[in-house]
């Protein structure tokens, strides 16, 4: 297991707790150094959705059948994902006055603060409650990286998503203005679990809590330029999350078929045999496009949008440049470069 993965912190090994109950399970928490996400918003704006989408695979329409969070469920993916931290889903409407529950130990651990607002509902609640939420978190904890989620724009048409987005953004940072708190920043995403953006925006969330993040840049854009690819995509294997890319702008055609592809070799690999350190998959899509996913680590793949043909002597050069130890990145574990 790769428990030295990327992270702040290096967290012991926990069990696979299911459902917790607040208090007790909070103190013990905090012993563990673990960076910690939340997922705060709202009741129903779809914060178990996301967490149950992104890394248990859930499929979105299955989402509709979840019942109301009613205690915060700790998960923690570092036993399954290269990624060590551990996601808390929060119950809608916390109560900030329920002295059961230590919102200074939570913020003090806490590396990336989501605030969901379901952007299909009329957002005025939400905007109210995104301001306390953040201001009280930003007292106790400046580091955190606050995260706005305009989450459920699939029923949106695109000038809608754009429009409902500045107004988000316009209103929430006014509260911020008037509050004195003009140095807390939040990010905007619009995000759905019907397609690619919530995996876009999570993998953007997650790689502001890796400090290994710019040189694992540099080591891909080296990777690009010497191989002549066009993109590369360093992913968490179960989460579809990307830890790095080169500094090439993010296309999301490329990201997409990436993901696909990564499911597709997960699927053929759970029928016919392990997922292991050898496992290689090409895919040709067209006489220009070439998928080309390679196993890292258990938990890691690069995966290549290539728009060239692959030819036999294209693909020896590029798996050399794999082999390469001028390629540490791509040729063992990265944890080497911490
Ligand atoms: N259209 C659409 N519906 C979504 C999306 N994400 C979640 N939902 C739906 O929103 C509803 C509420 O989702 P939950 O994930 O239970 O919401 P929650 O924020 O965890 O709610 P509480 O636990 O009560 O705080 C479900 O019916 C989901 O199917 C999305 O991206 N688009
Ligand atoms: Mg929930």
Redesign the pocket.
Known sequence: MCKDGFGYGVGEEEEDEEEEDSEEDISAANDNDQPRILLL?L???????IQKVVFHKMPPSE??F?E??NKIYKDDISSSSFVNFQIWDF??QVDFFDPTFDYEMIFRGTGALIF?IDA?DDYMEALGRLHLTVSRAYRINPHINFEVFV??V??LSDDHKIETQRDIHQRANDDLMDAGLDRLHLSFYLT???DHSIFEAFSKVVQKLIPQLPTLENLLNIFISNSGIEKAFLFDVLSKIYVATDSSPVDMQSYELCCDMIDVVIDISCIYGAYDDDSLAIIKMNNTTVLYLKEVTKFLALAIHEVFELTQVRRNCLEDHLDSPKAPVLNGTPRGLV
Do not use: A
């Open positions: 918003g009741r129903r704006s779809g914060k178990s959705s989402t509709l979840l109301s969070t119950p809608g969901v299909q989450h459920k699939d029923g759905s679990i019907y």
